[in-house]
């Protein structure tokens, strides 16, 4: 545990308010709803959930693309709302973002060196062409790439490659928070590993806070110190690494971790099978989201929604657990 | 003898820059009502050499194969008229996106209904019990309401089901799932699992399964294939697969996963898959193998009996050793 946290986040909200049908009532979706969790540098907080759960709205909100509709975003101890547009402008520095999918988020008709030179460009001006070019050059080195292949373009590169390219931007210009969403979903089983450790040898290296988002377990159980877990907008279930995949409380969590396959055939399977889907986030069911599909829940799970407790080191939603 | 018969069957696609060979001399048995698993990486042909089997390919692709059939009839030489009765009916497939394998235009049960008045010439009235059946058996709520659904107001858990029921309509004796959950959430993934293996286990019908997913194969899967580049490099059954890999890259791909390692950075494997142009001459998989030697650069591998998993390798591993190989150590320190 470290003394202060890069980044806080205090009861994190946002909504978003549906274009209006002729004589329909007003529609809103709560995409993401109180969360509050701490980045410490060298860390790494995983976000967990399926579609829909506002984990992406999250990252759009920590990386300041969207302002939140409630709550507190603190960066290094300065609050993101109340900023003047220089502050707000170091604060973007520090929080960069690194997509899912390499081949929608590079430019096709820029160089890679061009592209990673772009960031320092845009927000240090005073640096020559050339120092960004050899600060370019640098980057790539770092992230396992050859330096003579700034000249070329994306599609010159595969998934791999591509993915280490939207890394080495990410850092050009220093951030001490990086939103890595998804980062190896679309990436081949044998790379994959490539890049998890890269990750791992970058957040080492430069002290790094990451805020991970995933859907696989088991990529989070070897990348997260602590887990988070959504449903619906909302955190669920909050605890360290260990605590999460070791005791489970919330039954989504363990609904999650049980539909997870585990690549043993000899493991005996525990088949704990959610029933039916997701509910619209437009009209969520009252009391526990997650209370009709749920297999433990009571009455009292239908009309009242449950508070985020501590159970130890343990942060879950849950009347039952 | 096995319902589906595939022997060394090659596509070759015509490109630009000339022939591109996407599946390389690949076999495969599959038996009535048995799981298989074609399991590889992007490029390794798995999902080419099984369109080539349904007869789906571009007029760019050549099929060729030294024999290709299945329920005992030829496949190769076969009419499209007469490949038509088969596929559909005896012999189905499921893609991965099901958004966009339904037809937007069309409710689903005119959809599911269409194999059933093609292939078995049923009534309208026995169209719609068969239908309302199917989608029972594959857990869609209240049938009956959709039945006059559009694609667009189901869900993707609840399309893929669409897409089982139309497979299942003519009672298939063969369905080939390409990545049937790659694009569904975890709890509606495991929900189609089940379902598939229930469905196996209730009437029979064998089920071949592209993945890139190990955890999907070692849950679903009894026997695997393991694809890399074009050429099927692997063969067992799903717990020796598991326990002792025989081909080098099989060995690497099981290590590399994130619920098998032992410290903080994980055994990778070095490199990418060759592509058209950087194909190597040996073995394909000898510039990123960590036991590569000067026999594996310049000369093909040879295929390896049932003992040793039928590995395409020079020196087939056994218990993580290379079997045959000058140096059986060579690799250790690098793997360390």
């Known amino acids: ?321 | 003898m096995p319902l589906l018969e595939i022997e060394e069957l090659s596509v070759d696609f015509k490109t630009s820059a000339g022939p591109f060979r996407a599946v390389d001399g690949v076999s495969l048995a599959v038996e009535a009502g048995e799981i298989a698993a074609v399991v590889g990486e992007s490029g390794s042909g798995k999902s080419v050499a099984m369109l080539a089997v349904m007869g789906l390919l571009p007029w760019s692709a050549t099929v060729s194969a030294k024999r290709l059939a299945f329920d005992g009839k030829d496949l190769l030489g076969i009419a499209p008229r007469q490949r038509r009765r088969i596929v559909g009916r005896d012999l189905a497939m499921i893609f991965q996106e099901p958004m966009t394998s339904l037809n937007p235009c069309f409710t689903v049960g005119w959809q599911i209904g269409e194999a059933l008045a093609v292939h078995l010439g049923l009534s309208k009235a026995e169209r719609r019990a068969r239908t309302l059946e199917l989608l029972h058996a594959v857990g869609i709520p209240a049938p009956e309401r959709r039945l006059a659904a559009f694609p667009h107001q189901l869900s993707g858990g609840m399309s893929q089901r669409v897409m089982i029921a139309m497979a299942l309509a003519c009672r298939p004796k063969l369905i080939i799932a390409d990545e049937p959950t790659t694009a569904l959430d975890v709890t509606i993934q495991a929900q189609i699992l089940d379902l598939l293996v229930r469905l196996r286990d209730e009437t029979g019908t064998a089920l071949v399964l592209i993945t890139h997913d190990m955890g999907v194969v070692a849950e679903t899967a009894e026997r695997v294939a393991v694809h890399y580049a074009g050429q099927k490099v692997e063969e067992q059954d799903v717990r020796s697969l598991f326990r002792d890999p025989h081909h080098p890259y099989t060995a690497a791909l099981l290590a590399a996963l994130p619920e098998r390692a032992t410290g903080r950075m994980l055994p990778s494997i070095a490199g990418t898959v060759p592509g058209a142009f950087d194909r190597p001459p040996g073995c394909l998989f000898e510039p990123r193998c960590r036991f590569a030697t000067a026999r594996c650069r310049d000369k093909a591998p040879p295929r390896q009996g049932a003992i040793a998993g039928f590995a395409l390798c020079h020196y087939p591993l056994a218990e993580g050793r290379p079997v045959g190989h000058p140096d059986p150590d060579a690799g250790r320190e690098r793997a360390a």
């Open chain 1, 1 to 321: 545990m470290s003394a202060r946290p890069l980044l806080e986040a205090v009861g994190l909200a946002q909504r978003y308010v549906l274009p209006r049908r002729l004589f329909a009532p007003e529609a809103v979706v709560h995409a993401v709803a109180e969360a509050s969790f701490t980045l410490e540098p060298g860390r790494t907080l995983a976000v967990v959930g399926e579609s829909g759960c506002g984990k992406s709205t999250l990252a759009r909100m920590v990386t300041m693309i969207e302002p939140p509709s409630g709550g507190r975003l603190l960066i290094d101890g300065a609050d993101v709302a109340g900023a003047d547009a220089a502050t707000l402008k170091r604060l973007r520095g520090e929080v960069q973002i690194v997509f899912q999918d390499p081949y929608g988020s590079l430019n096709p008709r820029q160089t890679i060196g061009d592209a990673l030179a772009e960031p320092l460009a845009i927000n240090r001006p005073q640096t020559s062409r050339a120092e960004r070019r050899e600060a370019a050059a640098e980057m790539m080195r770092r992230v396992g790439l050859r330096p003579e292949y700034a000249d070329r373009y994306p599609h010159m590169f595969s998934g791999g490659q591509r993915q280490r390219i939207a890394i080495a931007r990410a850092l050009m210009l220093r951030p001490r928070i990086l939103v890595l969403d998804e980062p190896v979903s679309a990436l081949d089983l044998s790379v994959r590993a490539q890049v998890l450790n890269l990750l791992i040898a970058l957040q080492e290296e430069f002290g790094l806070a990451y805020l991970f988002i995933s859907h696989d377990l088991s990529v989070v159980r070897h990348m997260a110190d602590a887990v988070m877990v959504m449903y619906l907008g909302r955190v669920v279930e909050q605890a360290p690494r260990e605590k999460l995949f070791a005791a489970p409380l919330h039954p989504y969590t363990r609904a999650l971790l049980s539909a997870t396959p585990v690549a043993d055939p000899e493991r005996p399977r525990a088949r704990a099978r959610l029933k039916g889907e997701l509910p619209s986030p437009l009209a969520p069911p009252p009391g526990c989201a997650f209370n009709p599909r749920c297999p433990l829940a009571i009455a009292k799970c239908r009309v009242d929604r449950p508070a985020l407790e501590w159970r130890g080191e343990t942060r879950v939603a849950c009347w039952v657990a």
